[in-house]
């Protein structure tokens, strides 16, 4: 943040708690604040301040309106900082988003998501988890592995073709997802999943910010096995894996996640 932006920021920090009980933990300022009295930037731009409000505006509305937001989300803290190689983090009402590079609005539309699971004791992502069919076992995970009936190599993943654990109960957490999620990894779990179809849900059908990567999530499974994936440049056995992620029709809105989640946003509006 450059120190002639202070009042905007200030002003954005402002309207993000005022329309969603959002409150940004500031890392940039000079005085008392900084060892040497110095300006110091921070990890913040203005322009995230911006489109951290928007990307929550998009969800907020995907509810129906910021008191619906506020009843399911409540507040909540946002900071920047280090997590390795995640996008984002939350837990305890709090998001870290990486130090490493900037966010999209997948990434927050995915965090404030977990904090919605969070707030409903996790139920979201277990409701979610029958809702669709699926179930967790890390034992029947352990036998599919070791009958090598997952695509892993061995018991683990590899970054090559085929070997992700993107299949059901070939992830880390032994998660069997039920119907058709709009892509599984080696990480993919209920509570992963749950989020990831709130972003699915706030993108799809629509234009906004999230939309080029929802299409692109199911668009990819058109692809022959060997390809890259245009959107995510990832190579993989996409004609293969379609059995499992691509929709009736490739239209996510007709998966068993898409009417759960509706149903979930638009309850008590």
């Keep these: 943040m450059e120190q002639a932006e202070l009042a905007i920021a200030a002003e954005r920090l402002a309207r993000l708690s005022a329309d969603f009980h959002v409150a940004v933990l500031r890392d940039w300022g000079s005085g008392e604040e900084t060892p040497d009295g110095a ?18 505006s ?15 989300v409540g507040s909540v803290t946002v900071k920047k900082g280090e997590i390795g190689s995640h996008g984002g983090e939350a ?19 995915h965090e404030f998501a977990h904090i919605w699971d969070e707030n409903s004791g996790w139920q979201l992502s277990r409701q979610l988890e029958r809702y669709t069919g699926g179930y967790t076992s890390r034992f029947f995970s352990w036998v ?27 992830n880390a957490r032994g998660y069997f997802y039920g119907d058709k999620p709009s892509g599984s990894n080696y990480s993919f779990n209920r509570v992963e999943d749950f989020a990831e179809s709130v972003a699915m849900y706030v993108g799809w059908g629509n234009d906004n910010a999230l939309s080029d990567q929802a299409r692109a999530r ?14 995510f440049r990832t190579k993989d056995n996409w004609a293969e894996y379609a059995k499992y992620f691509d929709p009736e029709g490739g239209d996510y809105s007709k998966t068993k996640r898409w009417r759960f989640v509706e149903h979930e946003m638009t309850r008590g509006i």
Excluded at 58 to 72: D, Q, R, T
Excluded at 144 to 170: I, Q, S
């Design 39 to 56: 300006w110091q930037n921070g990890l913040w731009s203005l322009a995230e301040l911006d489109r951290l409000h928007d990307s929550i």
């Design 144 to 170: 599919k592995k070791y009958l090598r009936l997952a695509d892993l190599n061995g018991f683990t993943k590899a970054e090559e073709p085929g070997k992700r654990g993107r299949k059901p109960g070939c």
């Design 218 to 231: 199911i668009s990819r499974y058109e692809l022959a096995d060997g390809e890259v994936d245009p959107f």
């Design 58 to 72: 998009l969800l907020a509305n995907s509810f129906g309106g910021s008191e619906s937001f506020l009843n399911k």
């Design 91 to 109: 837990l305890h009402g709090r998001i870290t988003l990486s130090s490493a590079s900037s966010f999209n609005a997948w990434t927050v539309v």
